[in-house]
């Protein structure tokens, strides 16, 4: 909400920017054009979500079929504490009390949970739905790969050499949340283009990889968790940093057992 929004998102003078983006929003819209709005939500602002649901609703964005809403708890790549930080299963038990029904509210508001939410509870979620494999959800992960078979063993894009970023230093990266640090550059744009096979081969590692992954039982829902995450936290992108992805996986399960009872009778 504009309260909220105004004192994180602010222009270089000070100002809020709630009011222009909205503006920006209502035209978009109305020509035409998709739109994908993100919240990236923390303990601080976590109180405030229905207050902005209500806002999209009042605003009538959620009935555009081209308008999309993120909801994603704040990532934290590295080590340090951040006090607000609101682990993933604490945003998806918060969402269920808020809101209810987690399928009623992502259909309402054309939402979406952040990706790696959304990679660990869609393919269930849409298993309980249709309880038919072949009409899994392509847009089930952030890869977007269009696989729609259970297993899952790579993450992220950057673990499947299909993303590239250009820092404005002239490198390349893998990964979007890398830029900036040369060390994770896999090649050079300027002042010569150079891809190097070798840095950018690092990337390419799933689960079958790591010993942590083959051995975990929901490995194939997770695919091995955010790459630049595990290579920040524990210097190597096959050292896996899961993120709560057993309680997330645990979360779901628990406010859906009555379905899973009914597919059983089924």
Known sequence: PKAVHDKRRIMAGGQGTFDRIVQNIDMALERGFAVATRTNVNKENLGHLVELANFI???????????????????????????????EHELLIALYEMFGDLDSFIDKYNARLGSVINMRTSRIRNTIRSFDWS??????ACTSSGVTS??????????????????????????????GR?????????PK????????????????D???????SISLFCGGGCAYANLMRNGDITKPYCNYANETIDVYIKHNKHLFEELGTV
């Open 57 to 87: 609703e009042q605003k009538g964005w959620n009935k555009f079929p081209h308008f999309g809403w993120q909801v994603t708890p704040v990532t934290n790549h590295f080590s340090e504490p951040m006090p607000d930080h609101l682990p």
């Open 135 to 140: 009409r899994m959800d392509d847009m089930d």
């Open 150 to 179: 259970v297993p899952h063993f790579k993450e992220c894009s950057a673990r499947e050499q299909r993303f590239y970023s250009f820092g404005t230093e002239g490198l390349i990266y893998a990964c979007p949340d890398s830029v």
């Open 210 to 216: 790591s010993k942590e992954c083959t051995e975990c």
């Open 182 to 190: 040369a060390e994770t550059a896999v090649g050079s744009f300027f």
């Open 193 to 208: 283009y150079e891809l190097n096979s070798e840095a950018h081969q690092q990337w390419d590692r799933g689960i079958t």
